[in-house]
């Protein structure tokens, strides 16, 4: 993290009463968890990256929660049956006697040691844990503290001077965590893993600068930039609570930007809120900082986080249900500028259990004040984003080319979803490929911008490119934290792009995601544009078995699959077309495994 924690307290305000109710250092809507079960209350063990000094929470109102049945209580069951007493004759005494009393003595007293005691000796039996992370030891050498400047759960964040060193002179921000609160060897490998984030992620111009690492016997001490500017929620605050538009889109932009560079290195922040974006300086115009990596993780292209983590308020739904990517930090982005448009939250509720059921189950409402007012197009990029569904939400590149963003001056940086929908595409049946190239020949003028953007930075060589255009664009936009997520293994999957080349045309078709497309309020025009296209060229008579076979479905799904050819000629109808083009879903999958 950059600043491990946020203010204790902001201007008192009716804004603070919604904006900074539960998310601010003062609430309690920080959850940190990895436990096997939403019931549970067992927590992934923190380094004290949170930048919040809320306490963790566990699940136990979670509406996860299992409860006891009716009628059965937490107390302890009622006594059992006295125990029956039976009298035999004794025997003679044994000399053995005295010597069996003793050793059944000490098996009893083994037997009945106190549980504290045992879990002690287990303790003592178990290597220590290894605390050395081998940083530099000389930080009392090359740095003066100053005053705290903010406190987290695990640490605290303070000002210092540089006494030496290229930094002579200049003051930074030192987080420091202490060793003694590192319990687990998932705590320790937590620190490990922040420090080589904030690293390799330092470079970007909205990214917190890392300067250096220090350790001694008490703690670990991690060297940054100081941003003097304040957070994101207090410059809300100061405006009344929300910004206007054109305002808004400097903020948007500004994180869009940061968001883009980290999920294309790989890495999903999991804590993105108003807390954790710095200004620099105090200046209206300063340029913002993202901080606070304590949470964030390394996440390979197609793999699915489970670990529950994040702030209530922004965290989002597949996070909840334990299966999710970068796109849970894009429904966080959608949370801020709904905050930034309109200054209240869109899913509230007055404990953690009820913030998440609003934010499974509460629909978005951009109808109350001051919405009206409120530009559409602004709008349908908040719907955008706040789409429950993951797989119909904007990524932060697609975000920047948006309509509502469009008049600004902004680059449109490389997406990582490119890679992975032309992985889909050359290992695509002819079939579907049919179908894709059909609906790029239906896009708007805003969908190909955005290709037309994401074409240009693999630089195509004679209006073509090949796998080895993928390869350097790569490599171009590269840092350390790519090779820990191991990014670049996605173009082994690419292979078949070795042997061919792809014109605009076929990116396009190549690069499109039918499910964003959906999320559309056009949509239903697209998608009978592109089945005009599809019937020119792409359609053809097929069977139930080998559109069963297409779609990886069963026998069991032969009867909703007979709907979707027509039986005038054979070929897939408009309904058919259109469900076609989602390919496999978890629905087929199930029908699937159930044969």
């Not at 920080?30 to 380094?47: D, E, F, T």
């Not at 003066?144 to 930094?167: N, P, Q, S, Y």
């Not at 793999?303 to 990517?325: C, F, K, M, W």
């Not at 690069?511 to 019937?535: D, G, V």
Request: hydrophobic share 35%; charged share 25%.
């Amino acid at each position: 993290m950059g600043h491990c924690c946020s203010k204790g307290s902001v201007a008192a305000s009716a804004l603070k009463d919604d904006v900074n109710h539960g998310s601010t250092a003062a609430g309690k809507n920080h959850i940190q968890h990895k436990p096997p079960s939403l019931g549970g209350s067992v927590g992934k063990a923190s380094n004290g990256a949170s930048s919040s000094d809320t306490p963790l929470h566990s699940y136990t109102g979670s509406p996860g929660q299992i409860p006891y049945p009716e009628g059965v209580g937490a107390t302890p069951s009622p006594a059992g049956t006295p125990r029956r007493t039976f009298k035999w004759p004794f025997p003679p005494p044994s000399p053995a006697k005295p010597i069996m009393s003793a050793i059944r003595k000490r098996r009893e007293t083994k037997k009945e040691k106190p549980a504290a005691i045992q879990e002690d000796d287990r303790k003592e039996r178990e290597p220590p844990l290894d605390k050395h992370f081998g940083f530099p030891r000389n930080f009392r050498a090359k740095y003066e503290l100053g005053k705290e400047i903010g406190r987290g759960h695990f640490g605290h964040t303070c000002r210092a001077k540089c006494k030496k060193g290229a930094l002579k002179d200049q003051f930074v921000a030192v987080k420091i965590i202490s060793k003694s609160k590192m319990t687990t060897a998932i705590s320790i490998e937590d620190v490990r893993r922040e420090v080589t984030l904030l690293k390799g992620l330092s470079g970007h111009q909205h990214m917190v600068q890392f300067y250096d690492a220090f350790e001694d016997d008490l703690n670990v001490y991690i060297v940054m930039e100081l941003c003097q500017g304040g957070e994101l929620l207090d410059r809300i605050l100061s405006r009344g609570g929300r910004y206007t538009e054109h305002d808004a889109k400097s903020i948007v932009m500004q994180i869009l930007n940061a968001a883009s560079f980290i999920h294309l290195q790989g890495v999903v922040h999991r804590d993105l809120k108003p807390e954790n974006f710095l200004f620099s300086t105090k200046d209206e115009d300063s340029p913002m900082k993202v901080i606070d990596f304590g949470l964030s993780d390394f996440v390979r292209p197609d793999q699915r986080l489970t670990d529950i983590v994040g702030s209530a308020y922004y965290v989002a739904p597949e996070v909840l249900h334990r299966s999710y990517n970068v796109e849970a930090d894009m429904w966080s982005i959608g949370v801020i500028t709904y905050i930034l448009l309109c200054g209240s939250r869109p899913f509230y509720g007055r404990t953690e259990s009820g913030i998440f059921r609003s934010v499974v189950r509460a629909d978005l409402n951009l109808n109350g004040t001051p919405w009206p007012s409120v530009s559409l197009e602004a709008k349908d990029f908040v719907k955008r984003l706040l789409n429950k569904d993951h797989r119909k939400r904007m990524t932060a590149s697609q975000a920047l080319t948006h309509p509502w963003l469009k008049e600004e001056k902004h680059g449109v940086p490389l997406d990582i979803m490119v890679y992975k929908l032309v992985k889909l595409y050359v290992r695509a049946t002819p079939l579907r490929r049919a179908a894709l190239k059909a609906l790029s020949k239906a896009l708007s003028k805003d969908e190909l911008r955005y290709l037309s953007a994401q074409f240009d930075l693999l630089e195509p060589k004679d209006g073509c490119v090949s796998l080895d255009n993928f390869k350097t664009a790569l490599v171009k936009h590269s840092t350390a934290s790519m090779k820990e997520s191991r990014g670049f293994d996605i173009l082994d999957k690419m292979k078949p792009l070795s042997y061919t080349q792809m014109t605009f045309e076929e990116f396009s078709a190549a690069a499109i995601s039918p499910y964003q497309l959906e999320a559309l309020e056009e949509w239903e025009t697209i998608a009978k544009s592109a089945f005009q296209y599809f019937e020119l060229e792409g359609n053809r008579v097929i069977s139930i078995d080998a559109l069963a076979q297409e779609m990886n479905v069963g026998e069991s799904g032969y009867l909703i699959l007979k709907d979707w050819i027509r039986s005038s000629d054979g070929k897939l109808s408009f309904l058919g077309y259109t469900k076609f083009l989602h390919g496999l879903s978890i629905y087929s999958s199930n029908m699937r495994q159930q044969q």
